[in-house]
């Protein structure tokens, strides 16, 4: 048989890709389980919450939602994981505020935060809680704020680690109020509150689901939230700026995100499952436990909602010379 004239021979192999790539993009979605990389150990609060998604997000797409926990490098091992991912969907990720953090606290992240992830839902925010030993001597945000004014950096605060949100709301606390506080950070929520119920430290800022149990149980006294409302879980709480600190709000959060490159569609549907999973009445009542107010934003929002997100923790670390351990 004669060679195949070249131009004969490419015009054939676009006729033979064509099918194949309409057939790739007319393949339903989702072909097989999706696998949402978490980037924390099991127990925590993001497990918690994926663990009340996952049963109705399983029914919303057919496919089981399978975690794969990646904790290390303050979330940037699971990022870096969603990232690196084939965008088909199949790949996704929980994300929380430690990305708008990383941002700027890492300087050689193994990705780029806006070019490499897909923003899909804003799933919701939680608002941080002060929590202090009920034997403390303030009897309220006021009297501590008093007390701090009295005697700068005598009163010391626990976080989750160097960089962590909590850390960098208290920051945020400090320049706003005008008042030094002495940093104590551990490495998680555990031995943070441990030695806050053993008075070792004077204050924490954490999340509702950090503080429930102890809260429930009397082992700590919730000062104020850091919402600009109170919140639904602990109504008689009241707002940072009710107990003497206008113009103060801090908030966790917590997000999907997929490979950039994802198909749209893909996100989209992606992310009207998520909404609609997030509106269930079930749903809704057990984040509200967890401290979560529901967002359930749009891709484009999340995507604005994160880069503030990374402006404002990026004046509080540049401002207070924040360097990673």
């Not at 497990?47 to 904790?71: C, H, M, N, S, T």
């Not at 965008?87 to 070019?115: C, E, I, Q, R, W």
């Not at 602990?234 to 103060?248: F, Q, R, S």
């Amino acid at each position: 048989m004669p060679p195949i004239p070249r131009r004969l021979a490419l015009s054939a192999l676009s006729l033979v890709g064509a099918p194949r790539g309409a057939r790739a993009q007319e393949a339903p979605w989702p072909a097989r389980p999706i696998t949402m990389v978490v980037p924390f150990s099991t127990g925590g609060s993001v497990d918690a919450v994926l663990r009340v998604l996952k049963p109705e997000l399983e029914a919303a797409l057919g496919q089981p939602i399978v975690p794969d926990y990646r904790p290390g490098g303050a979330t940037a091992l699971g990022a870096a994981t969603v990232a690196r991912a084939r965008p088909d969907g199949h790949t996704l990720g929980m994300v929380v505020d430690a990305l708008a953090v990383n941002a700027s606290l890492y300087p050689n992240l193994p990705y780029d935060t806006l070019a490499d992830l897909m923003p899909v839902t804003l799933l919701g925010v939680m608002p941080l809680v002060m929590a202090v030993h009920p034997a403390a001597p303030h009897a309220d945000l006021a009297a501590l704020l008093a007390a701090a004014r009295a005697r700068p950096g005598a009163l010391t605060y626990a976080s989750v680690g160097v960089g962590s949100v909590n850390h960098l709301a208290m920051e945020l606390l400090s320049r706003q109020a005008g008042l030094r506080f002495t940093h104590v950070p551990y490495r998680g929520g555990g031995p943070a509150v441990t030695d806050l119920l053993g008075r070792h430290v004077d204050l924490m800022l954490m999340t509702l689901a950090l503080a429930r149990q102890q809260l429930d149980a009397g082992g700590l006294r919730a000062l104020a939230v850091t919402s600009a409302a109170r919140l639904a879980g602990l109504p008689g709480v009241p707002t940072a700026a009710e107990a003497g600190l206008p113009g103060y709000s801090a908030y966790s959060w917590m997000g999907v995100a997929a490979p950039r490159g994802t198909p749209e569609a893909v996100v989209r549907r992606l992310h009207e499952a998520l909404r609609d999973v997030l509106a269930q009445p079930r749903v809704n009542e057990a984040l509200a436990h967890l401290g979560m107010q529901v967002e359930a934003s749009p891709p484009e929002v999340f995507g604005r909602f994160l880069r503030r997100d990374i402006a404002t923790w990026a004046e509080v670390i540049r401002a207070s010379d924040i360097r990673p351990e």
